[in-house]
Structure formats: C-alpha cells, structure tokens
Nanobody, 121 residues
Framework: QVQLVESGGGFVQPGGSLSLSCVASGNSYCVYDMMWYRQAPGKEREFVST???????NYADSVKGRFTTSKDIAEKTVYLQMDSLKPEDTGMYYCKTLSRLYCRGTARADWGQGTQVTVSS
C-alpha cells in the first residue's frame, strides 16, 4: 500500500511561516489525490487542502489565502506552504492520499503519521 511521511512541522510565532511536505511511496499503487488535514487535541480532524490528480486545488475557508498546496512533477510529493500563521492553526497535520492498485479498482485512503505545527507567542 501507499506509505506517507510528513515533515516540516515545528514551532513558530504568529505571523510566521512553515512549509510541510509529504512523500508518498509504494509499489503498484497510483496516487491521484493528495490532501492535508489537521487535528488539535480534543477536536475533530478537519480538512485543510486538496490537490487533485489534474492539479486542481481546494482549501478550507479558514486557510484560504494563507496556505498554498502543490505537488511535484511525479505527483508523489505534496507540499503545504503556510504563511501568516495563527494560533488557531496549531495542530497535528496529516497527509492523506487516495490511490488505486494499478490505477484502477477500488479507491484506497492512506494516512501519514502526522507532523506537529505549533503557533504560539
């Protein structure tokens, strides 16, 4: 199956920036959508951004205009550039992919282990 590894999290002050990345690997699986979610302790996991197979992006209203997601030419790495960070952006950020075996069949969702983002003075 697809394995995902996030990186780039850290501690920043409000107004600062962080860049996250997620590298997908696996044999025989075609990744077509790559997403970011985040979750704070005691809260439900929430959608952050998506970049689809054709490159279309979508963002949660709470991050629109501040976050930018993109993927590499091989469509195996997804990035999340986070600018103008706010304390409410604090949480564990998870990479999620949708994939199919040999690019066909039933879609599969895979999650990374997460990378912590803390925005605080």
């Amino acid at each position: 199956q697809v394995q995902l590894v996030e990186s780039g999290g850290g501690f920043v002050q409000p107004g600062g920036s962080l860049s996250l990345s997620c590298v997908a690997s696996g044999n025989s699986y075609c990744v077509y959508d790559m997403m970011w979610y985040r979750q704070a302790p005691g809260k439900e996991r929430e959608f952050v951004s998506t970049v689809t197979d054709d490159g279309t992006t979508n963002y949660a209203d709470s991050v629109k205009g501040r976050f930018t997601t993109s993927k590499d030419i091989a469509e195996k790495t997804v990035y999340l550039q986070m600018d103008s960070l706010k304390p409410e952006d604090t949480g564990m950020y998870y990479c999620k992919t949708l994939s199919r075996l040999y690019c066909r069949g039933t879609a599969r969702a895979d999650w990374g282990q997460g990378t912590q983002v803390t925005v605080s003075s």
